[in-house]
């Protein structure tokens, strides 16, 4: 199975400023790559899809980028509804897995 | 607007079985793939099992294969995921969850715990 590995496990970031996450999978998975949040006691929810496609009504803050075994997750300004802990997950090959998550909090 | 309404959580012993439902709306339900997905308290989601939109091809993570079985009702318009020889490791709170293979909308989750 594709082993995916985020960093860093935590993020403090202070309001307004941008926060880059990384994800790494064990193996090439092409575009196949999406991003979700989740807060304390919330489902997740779609971010990104396809590595780089914001998910309907998204702000355009987040942005996604990469391919291959790289990707990585901008909030480029952050607020205060965007500390959250975040995924990744590869849909490329089953089973479909998810990298350990990155919890972004208010420094 | 879609909605996923999990149930059938609770408190059961190893070795014991529950079967989870997931009723779904807002969406043509026997078009989707439906996806069940776990999280241990304090832990990462961990992928479960899946089921195409006709019922007729499902797969399994490795850790509850031969154990846990998914199935759908579309007439129902519910997702159903039957849980046999429970283990202490199998806690969780387990999300049902629409899409292919991106997970576009996830349901509330339920919350299985496995203990003597």
């Known amino acids: 199975e594709i082993v995916m590995t985020q960093s860093p496990a935590t993020l403090s970031v202070s309001p307004g400023e941008r926060a880059t996450l990384s994800c790494r999978a064990s193996q090439s998975v092409s575009s196949n790559l999406a991003w979700y949040q989740q807060k304390p006691g919330q489902a997740p929810r779609l971010l990104i899809y396809d590595a780089s496609t914001r998910a309907t009504g998204l702000p355009a803050r987040f942005s996604g980028s990469g391919s291959g075994t790289e990707f990585t997750l901008t909030v480029s300004s952050l607020q205060s509804e965007d500390f959250a802990v975040y995924y990744c997950q590869q849909y490329n090959n089953w089973p479909l897995t998810f990298g350990g998550g990155t919890e972004v909090e208010i420094k | 607007e879609v909605q996923l309404v999990e149930s059938g959580g609770g408190l059961v012993q190893p070795g014991g079985s529950l079967r989870l439902s997931c009723a779904a709306s807002?969406?043509?339900?026997?078009?989707?793939?439906m996806h069940w997905v776990r999280q241990a308290p304090g832990k990462g989601l961990v992928w479960v099992s899946r089921i195409n939109s006709d019922g007729s091809s499902t797969s399994y993570a490795d850790s509850v294969k031969g154990r846990f079985t998914i199935s759908r009702d579309n007439a129902k318009n519910t997702l159903y995921l039957q849980m046999n020889s429970l283990r202490a490791e199998d806690t969780a709170v387990y999300y049902c969850?629409?899409?292919?293979?991106?997970?576009?909308?996830w349901g509330q989750g339920t919350l299985v715990t496995v203990s003597s």
């Open positions: 969850a629409r899409g292919r293979t991106t997970l576009l909308n």
């Open positions: 807002g969406f043509t339900f026997s078009s989707y793939w």
